[in-house]
């Protein structure tokens, strides 16, 4: 039930029981009534009948005002010709809404907030929101699960933004810990300057591969604590945490080749920053973290010297250790120094960090100590403030096994070029690249986004670059014969219209009622933070918007009904727009 039929309703209640003496403001309930309304489900399909109608049983009026989830409206379909009317009868207060009332309105709210439509009626007040995403590390490769991050992360920043919150985009790069000091050796052992010049990600890679072998075959099954090439590793990033010039020359080095690389491909995929805040920024501030929670008598010290917080589930996650025996800091450490820094900073009332859930044993301990530090978001439901996702299951390349992202995103593009020749239709030649890259990107990030992000998914680029079904490449096509049919018919699009001439336009109806639900689809993507609900909305748009397209033509009707239905289209253009948009992709005009 769209929040469309939901918010009429609203308004008839509000209208009916003003002055009554319901115990609350009058205006409190207009603000909430249209939240408080069960509406049962239409069975049927409302296209086909003359319209719905609502039936508000007051005797529960009260009660549902008062919080309870009762069943309020029955809805039923009536298939005589009438018009919007209100009438009582007993208990029930009907409300009769023919369908041309229904399209009308819809097509008139669409057209007049346009690229708000959908997050416009904002309910709830906005928030400080940070949203940690992507966090890729430098020593090490960027892999699928940071994919993931990236492309969930970058899509529930979009939601948060567009309903109004305020919202810190923050990537807290891993450019610090005892993979950096083993890269570091490997560059000493492997560099070869021409080939990192050439091509730094590869030849990092490399070099990182290489020197992880060495410490496997020195130490075998035994702890990595064992090969004296780990050992030299510990060394060397215990100089670097001491401030050695030298170690400091070599990691500028690596984090800025490293950057630059991850700057690219951000750029490829449409995602932006407003924060970028290194590990590395906080390792000196644990120091403050440690004297902390000694004052607050939390630390505990272990035989080795580790000192930890006890966890009260310690037995399955182990325990929260936050410093070393050494005195170096620790991922966890380091973790909470930067919390308590976005918190100074931010005024955050909500923290979402979106990694994969394998680190939720990590979280639990990071929320449990920041908890203990009195963070006001760390009591938040651990599911609200780790937003997990699943693991991405055999993504390879016609290289083999996938390495790079640049590869995935290179060869999504090349078999997008593929596609696009041998399609006779295709319109673009001049700048094929960009467009297929876009494309290509569009294909990667729906694949990604359309089941719920904790489950797994196997990849697949058959199903990533299908033409005919939920894909990127299927929305992207539906998108661009919509703006050339709009720009081709040869008429434009005017308010001005008759929307009673669609009144048979079964397949035109049926995505006008599919419009009028993006608001709450928008909703519930937004409260349960998942990004899979508009993506399923979205390929049913593209379905209905093209079985629209084959039974309701434009060109070559009467002016009248040509322009009824353009204005159904264009409005369907619109949504598709603002959909793409909360998804990160950028909608293309001509393929
Ligand atoms: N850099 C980490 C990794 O790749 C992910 C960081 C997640 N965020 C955090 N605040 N711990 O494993």
């Known amino acids: 039930m769209s929040s469309f039929y939901k918010r009429l309703i609203a308004h008839k209640i509000i209208k009916c029981i003003k002055g009554n003496t319901i115990g609350k403001e009058v205006q409190q309930i207009e603000n909430c009534i249209h939240n408080l309304v069960q509406v049962q489900p239409l069975k049927k399909n409302v296209a086909t009948t003359s319209g719905c109608q609502f039936s508000v049983d007051t005797s529960r009026l009260s009660a549902c005002l008062n919080g309870s989830s009762q ?141 992880n072998q060495d410490v496997k075959s020195e130490c075998g099954t035994a702890p990595e604590m064992t090969s004296h090439t780990y050992q030299e590793g510990l060394e060397l990033f215990a100089r670097l945490e001491k401030g050695d010039e030298g170690m400091k020359v070599l990691w500028k080095m690596v984090n800025d080749l490293s950057l630059a690389e991850l700057n690219k491909m951000y750029q490829r995929l449409g995602v932006h920053f407003s924060d970028t805040m290194p590990e590395s920024s906080y390792h000196e501030k644990t120091e403050d973290v440690l004297i902390e929670l000694h004052k607050l008598g939390l630390m505990r010290y272990d035989d080795h010297g580790v000192g930890y917080v006890q966890m009260p589930q310690e037995e399955t996650i182990g325990r929260a250790s936050v410093v070393k025996s050494d005195g170096s800091s620790l991922y966890l450490t380091r973790d909470i120094a930067s919390a308590l820094d976005r918190q100074k900073l931010f005024k955050l009332e909500r923290m979402h960090y979106v990694v994969d859930q394998g680190q939720r044993g990590h979280f639990t301990k990071l929320l449990h100590v920041l908890n203990k530090l009195d963070v006001p978001w760390a009591d938040h439901p651990i599911d609200n403030v780790h937003i997990k996702f699943g693991r991405v299951k055999g993504m390879s390349t016609r290289k083999g096994k996938v390495v790079f992202l640049r590869d995935v995103l290179d060869e999504a593009k090349s078999r997008v070029i593929e596609s696009m020749r041998a399609r006779s239709t295709t319109r673009v030649s001049e700048n094929i690249e960009e467009v297929a890259d876009i494309i290509g990107v569009a294909c990667i990030a729906l694949q990604d986004l359309k089941s719920h992000r904790a489950s797994d998914y196997t990849f697949s680029w058959d199903r990533a670059l299908n033409m005919k079904a939920d894909s990127g490449i299927f929305v992207q096509y539906c998108h661009a014969r919509l703006c050339s049919m709009l720009s081709g018919c040869g008429i434009s699009v005017t308010d001005d219209v008759d929307v009673n001439l669609i009144l048979h336009d079964i397949d035109l109806q049926n995505l006008v009622h599919h419009m009028a639900r993006y608001p709450d689809v928008f909703l519930m993507s937004l409260t349960r933070l998942e990004p899979h609900h508009i993506v399923q909305y979205l390929f049913k748009l593209c379905h209905l918007i093209n079985a629209a397209y084959s039974s309701c033509p434009v060109k070559g009707e009467p002016l009248d009904i040509a322009q009824a239905r353009l204005l159904v289209f264009d409005c369907s253009r619109q949504v598709i727009v603002n959909s793409m948009n909360i998804l990160g992709l950028q909608p293309l005009d001509k393929i």
């Open 71 to 211: 069943n309020l409206v029955k809805t039923t379909l009536f298939d005589e010709k009438d018009d919007l009317q209100t009438f009582t009868d007993g208990r029930w207060l009907n409300i009769k809404v023919p369908k041309g009332s229904f399209i009308k309105k819809v097509v008139e709210e669409i057209r007049l907030v346009t690229s708000d439509y959908g997050t416009n009626n904002k309910c709830g007040d906005t928030e400080n929101v940070c949203v940690e995403f992507s966090s890729p590390n430098v020593a090490k490769p960027f892999h699928v699960g940071h994919l993931r991050s990236t492309i969930i992360g970058n899509v529930l920043s979009n939601l948060l933004e567009a309903a109004g919150h305020s919202v810190r985009r923050v990537n807290f790069i891993g450019d610090w810990g005892t993979q950096f000091g083993l890269l570091s050796l490997g560059l000493v052992r492997y560099a070869d300057l021409e080939k990192l010049k050439s091509d730094p990600l590869l030849e990092l890679f490399n070099i990182y591969v290489k020197i």
